[in-house]
């Protein structure tokens, strides 16, 4: 009997230890939640996020400095709520900027008449997150919010600038008088300022509104299957209208909520999940979940459907990038400095890349902040065990330096050097480098690069054409110099020489990472070096 209350109670504990609940933290610029828009975007941000059933969150403003630790935004938090241990931090940064005074401008006809008057009204934003698991320091995603449909550049015409100048020419009298002319001025921003402040008004909440789909990311993060479909039909016109996948209420999906739809490729023994679409869930059942593609994802998903391919659907993309692991050892990048939100396009490759875990060293004050609570009595309910002393160390190191960007191996101790892009004005001064190079220099220093999948087109010993994928995507990438690897001694020590052979460019993209190249140099080499199963590199020209 004792024996079977013992077991009963291992049971019992075992089940609440796995249905833990953890929580997350939102940390926003501290500079950017106390002025008015800023105000008006985060009210439209937290309302718009707790309607989409999230995760249990708390909100924080952070100044940016890795070591601060953040500080609680009580009027968005509700202190009647049990709370939970923070394993989960998003840093958010909006960069919202608008203009308090509205500077005029003039369209003037060809004898300088002033014909149309203008208010540069001008609010815009570039909000980007970053996400990290506190327990590790892994970076879980790094992106930026499309930003087109609040950029910034409106302007307000002011049909009755008559009514004001009278007869004056606007354009002259602001240079000639300018006292009279900030007087009149004055007076027309009275008039329009209702109109200034409810397009300011609009735009910010568009834009906090954009910014609580991390509710479906933070959720996505217990997604623990790749989503099929169910069963689909097309229209009368054969077209793909709205469908069903096996995804249900109980795994806190909700009407709205953005997912991403694969296709798995084969080509011989290579495999992969490769983005085809999107689409919308509009109906949330308990068995199934009505869903409808967006825009230019229609075609490609219909296709796939009726190819009968392996297509599944999901919010958290890194369980497709643990399904194209495959066997292939996990290694850890660390990008070092002193900025957190910087090198957003490096880091946007590393975390593209199946095989590697992104490791976040810039975010101490924070991570200490949550984690030094975890043994607090408030959470002796919970079994910390699960998030606790799961640091790890980093296989390559990535490093900002004058001369450019350089990584390191950090096991083999090997160094690779990407040098400065010589460029002028903003880039020059941001130190950018540009797509191509750091892809090069991803390439160089992992096991990464570009796979021939297949010969498209051969004849008498000269390939003309190859199907290739690229672990970075087509993106950034448009002509190649192809070059085999010799391996030679040199004093007892074994080198490795690049002996190039040959160039190539991408013809006809397939996917994102699938495409046909086409060799317009070395053909004849490419097909000897292929045969003789040389190990073959591409280069990215820049």
Request: hydrophobic share 35%; aromatic share 10%.
């Amino acid at each position: 009997m004792k024996q079977f209350l013992f077991a009963i109670l291992i049971l019992f504990s075992s089940q609440s230890i796995s249905a833990q609940n953890f929580g997350s933290a939102i940390l926003l610029n501290s500079e950017e939640v106390g002025e008015k828009y800023d105000k008006i975007l985060l009210k439209k941000f937290h309302e718009k996020y707790n309607k989409q059933k999230p995760i249990y969150t708390d909100f924080y403003s952070w100044n940016g400095d890795p070591e601060s630790a953040p500080i609680p935004l009580e009027e968005y938090n509700d202190s009647s709520r049990a709370e939970q241990p923070i394993t989960t931090a998003i840093n958010f940064v909006t960069n919202l900027q608008w203009n308090e005074i509205c500077t005029p401008s003039f369209k003037v006809d060809t004898t300088g008449k002033v014909t149309n008057m203008y208010l540069d009204y001008n609010i815009g934003a570039r909000p980007m997150y970053k996400v990290v698991d506190l327990a590790t320091s892994e970076v879980l995603a790094s992106k930026s919010l499309d930003t087109k449909t609040y950029e910034l550049g409106s302007k307000l015409e002011i049909k009755n600038f008559k009514d004001y100048f009278g007869s004056k020419n606007p354009k002259k009298l602001q240079k000639n008088n300018s006292d009279s002319f900030k007087a009149i001025m004055k007076k027309i921003n009275k008039e329009y300022n209702a109109k200034i402040v409810n397009h300011y008004t609009e735009v910010a909440e568009n834009v906090g509104a954009d910014m609580s789909s991390i509710a479906s990311f933070l959720k996505s993060k217990d997604d623990e299957r790749l989503w099929k479909m169910v069963n689909y039909d097309l229209n009368s016109k054969g077209k793909l209208k709205e469908f069903y996948i096996d995804a249900n209420a109980s795994e806190n999906l909700v009407k709205n909520e953005l997912l991403e739809v694969f296709r798995k490729v084969k080509f011989g023994e290579f495999q992969h999940y490769d983005r085809i679409g999107y689409i919308i869930a509009k109906e949330v059942t308990a068995d199934q979940t009505m869903v409808k593609p967006i825009l230019f994802s229609k075609n490609k998903i219909a296709e796939a459907l009726e190819a009968n391919d392996d297509v599944v659907f999901v919010r958290n993309t890194n369980l497709i990038k643990r399904a194209n692991q495959g066997e292939r050892e996990i290694k850890r990048a660390q990008i070092k400095g002193d900025c957190f939100m910087c090198n957003k396009y490096l880091e946007k490759i590393l975390l593209g890349l199946s095989s590697i875990k992104v490791i976040e060293r810039n975010f101490d004050g924070p991570t200490r902040y949550f984690t030094s609570q975890y043994t607090d009595e408030k959470f002796i309910d919970f079994d910390m065990s699960a998030i606790q002393d799961k640091q790890e160390g980093v296989n390559y190191l990535f490093e900002k330096t004058k001369a450019g960007m350089k990584a390191t191996d950090v096991t083999t101790g090997r160094v690779s050097q990407m040098n400065k892009k010589e460029s002028k004005g903003i880039a020059n001064l941001l130190g950018s480098t540009g797509g191509p190079e750091t892809i090069n220099l991803c390439m160089d220093i992992m096991d990464e690069n570009i796979k021939i999948l297949e010969i498209l087109k051969e004849k008498k010993g000269k390939v003309q054409k190859i199907l290739a994928y690229s672990p970075f995507s087509f993106d950034n990438i448009a002509t190649f110099r192809i070059v085999i690897l010799k391996e030679e001694q040199v004093g007892g020590r074994s080198i490795t020489r690049e002996e190039e052979i040959g160039k190539a460019f991408v013809g006809k993209k397939l996917t994102e990472s699938i495409a046909n190249i086409k060799i317009s140099k070395g053909e004849k080499e490419l097909y000897q070096a292929i045969q003789a199963n040389e190990k073959i590199k591409f280069i990215v020209k820049i």
